[in-house]
């Protein structure tokens, strides 16, 4: 499985894109930083879009890949649950805020139910619901080989209720901001710090006995160098290695 961070942050600047993994080429987990990171060719070469949740920072790229593939002639699966069809299909692709590509067979909706793997394009997609503001699903995929990824999308605590569901060798897990803000962004908003993430993992190892590599995302920027020390501290304690993803950072597993 040949794995490329296309997005690694919450926000967009120069140097940062909002979050968006591409998998071989060819399957997208969440359209944050996607069309102005592949060229018009390598966006008609997609077959899939799984998506987390339908916050702006995970779907905004959808509306501009629908125009591109319309233009191209070629099509695209959309993945997600009820809950995110249907804000995407209020909000974003309702030919009111621009074209409905839905409607005009450019984007072919695929239904992720929780908790059941489904097939998309090569790969078994099972969505795990965890706990964010919004209703919002992890996504664990495996492909032909038996590879496995599982990526929290957004997400606060409580991962324990699904770790023994799923079995990755690479774990993709948010860390938005560092522990001062544990109230504020990592209980408030939903979202992990580095001492939340350490209480994930430690849950992780008791439950599945192991811990696979660990990729952190959806860092906020400016305070990515007080995540990063933070992560050591958590790191050297839970003896893993732990890295932080950032764009165009390619993964072989
Ligand atoms: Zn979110
Ligand atoms: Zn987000």
Redesign the pocket.
């Known amino acids: 499985m040949d794995i490329k961070i296309l997005g690694a942050h919450?926000t967009e600047s120069k140097k940062t894109r909002?979050?968006c993994i591409l998998i071989d080429g060819k399957l997208v987990l969440d359209a944050?930083g996607l069309t102005s990171s592949l060229s018009l060719k390598e966006q008609t070469r997609l077959k899939a879009i799984c998506l987390t949740h339908a916050?702006y920072?995970?779907v905004r790229d959808i509306p501009a890949l629908g125009m591109n593939l319309y233009l191209s002639k070629a099509r695209i699966n959309i993945c997600a649950t009820k809950a995110v069809y249907g804000s995407l299909t209020k909000y974003l692709i309702n030919d009111d805020l621009y074209p409905d590509w839905f409607k005009r067979a450019v984007f072919n909706f695929i239904t992720l139910d929780n908790n059941k793997p489904q097939l998309v394009s090569d790969y078994t997609v099972k969505a795990m619901p965890v706990n964010h503001s919004v209703p919002s699903v992890g996504l664990q995929i495996k492909d032909s080989e038996g590879k496995t990824i599982f990526y929290t999308?957004?997400t606060g605590a409580g991962l324990a209720d699904i770790w023994p569901y799923v079995m990755p060798q690479l774990l993709i897990i948010?860390v938005?901001a560092p522990n001062r803000y544990e109230e504020s962004i990592g209980n408030g908003a939903k979202h992990l710090t580095p001492r939340l993430l350490k209480e994930e993992l430690i849950s992780f190892r008791k439950i599945k006995g192991y811990l696979p590599k660990i990729l952190l995302t959806?860092m906020n920027f400016p305070l990515e160098d007080e995540i990063a020390a933070e992560i050591e501290d958590v790191a050297v304690s839970l003896k893993c290695s732990i890295s932080l993803a950032h764009e165009g950072m390619r993964i072989l597993l």
Do not use: F, I
Request: proline letters at 0%; a negative charge; hydrophobic letters at 10%.
């Open positions: 919450n909002m979050s944050g916050h920072d995970h999308g957004d948010e938005t959806h």
